[in-house]
């Protein structure tokens, strides 16, 4: 499949999962959960979706939650975007933007030293 059509499936997940789970969801994790990135086989077989979240859990505990809902979510993502085969749903705690904040913060000391 042309990996220009797997970016605009990919694209269309992210908004797809983020409706999912802002308007049809009832638990509260999953309402702060923000969708930072999917991956999708070129099959179609599977998805590698990631996110980060608001709550202050442990990243483990956040994935487990995550990957138990998401045959709900893979449900209603599939009433919402008209594919040939809906991926399964595979939630990974996304560290990047937590490490861009701790690169950020040594930058700024290293700044400040030298002032």
Known sequence: ?????????????????????MNKSRDEFLKSVTITDVDTAND?????VYFTSLQNLNHDIQEKEM???SSFI?????????????P???????????YGTKIEKKLQEINERKS
Do not use: C, G, P, W
């Open 74 to 86: 893979r449900y209603e993502v599939s009433q919402i975007i008209d594919l040939r085969q809906m």
């Open 44 to 48: 179609l077989s599977y998805a590698k």
């Open 88 to 98: 399964k749903l595979k939630f990974i705690y996304d560290e990047s933007i937590s």
């Open 1 to 21: 499949m042309s990996s220009i059509k797997i970016k605009r499936i990919n694209a269309s997940l992210i908004k797809a999962i983020s409706e999912v789970l």
């Open 67 to 69: 990957n138990e809902a």
